[in-house]
């Protein structure tokens, strides 16, 4: 157990619509991360908040968002869902910010678009 | 652009056989390199890092792993497989700041009897 948990474990939805997926990071860790994992793409970096604010973007879509609340807790948006956004989505977190630090991983957040 | 290779999507090991997973790495200056595991419904878990310092890195579960710079290699390695280590192994590498991990394709282990 990392420490990270992420909710729901599972969710289906229909193409058009919108999802949200949150994470808790391990008490303490500052920085939040989101992956997406599939199987034509891989593990692929989304983004990353630091203390509430928005630290660095990888390849994430537009019709994707996220967020970093005050209780340090993360949320990633999903709209206008696709077939191809079907994926397993993963949420990291680590201390800070000042150096590489390892990145633990919740137990991630399966989507099937339909 | 800074890349990871992981050149065998899949290997078959006998339980208590040496293991050897390839990782090679492309990327400006040394980087910071990652081995994760990731069991079946399961998140990744780190098995070892290196940022620096002493070139052959222990893990946990048995794992090392060896940085060698002249082949741009980070290669994962065990003296003896269990069943249990039986997962995809995930070869990732980071820039300074720790964002934008890039991660390789993975490389799904099976261990026989």
């Known amino acids: 157990d990392s420490g990270v948990t992420q909710t729901p474990k599972h969710l289906i939805t229909a193409t058009g619509q919108r999802v949200t997926l949150r994470c808790s990071p391990r008490?303490?860790?500052?920085?939040v991360y989101w992956y997406q994992q599939s199987l034509d793409q891989g593990l692929q970096f989304l983004i990353q908040?630091?203390?509430?604010?928005?630290?660095a973007k990888g390849n994430i879509l537009e019709r994707f968002s996220a967020q970093q609340f005050p209780d340090l807790h993360s949320e990633l948006n999903l709209s206008s869902l696709e077939l191809g956004d079907s994926a397993l989505y993963f949420c990291?977190?680590?201390?800070?910010?000042?150096?590489?630090?390892?990145?633990?991983f919740g137990p991630g957040t399966r989507l099937l678009v339909l | 652009a800074q890349s990871v290779t992981q050149p065998d999507i899949h290997i078959t090991v006998s339980e208590g056989a040496s293991l050897e997973l390839r990782c090679n790495y492309s990327?400006?200056?040394?980087?910071?390199l990652f081995w994760y595991v990731q069991s079946p419904g399961q998140g990744l878990q780190l098995l070892l890092k290196?940022?620096?310092?002493?070139?052959l890195v222990q893990g946990i579960k048995g794992f090392e792993a060896e940085f060698k710079r002249s082949q741009s290699s980070f290669n994962l390695r065990k003296p003896s497989v269990h069943w249990s280590d039986a997962a995809e192994y995930f070869c990732a590498v980071a820039p300074y700041n720790n964002n934008d991990m890039r991660f390789g394709a993975g490389t799904r282990l099976t261990v026989k009897p």
């Open positions: 990327y400006g200056a040394t980087p910071y």
């Open positions: 908040y630091y203390n509430g604010e928005e630290r």
């Open positions: 008490s303490g860790d500052l920085s």
């Open positions: 990291a977190s680590s201390v800070g910010i000042a150096e590489v630090e390892t990145q633990y």
């Open positions: 290196y940022f620096s310092g002493d070139t």
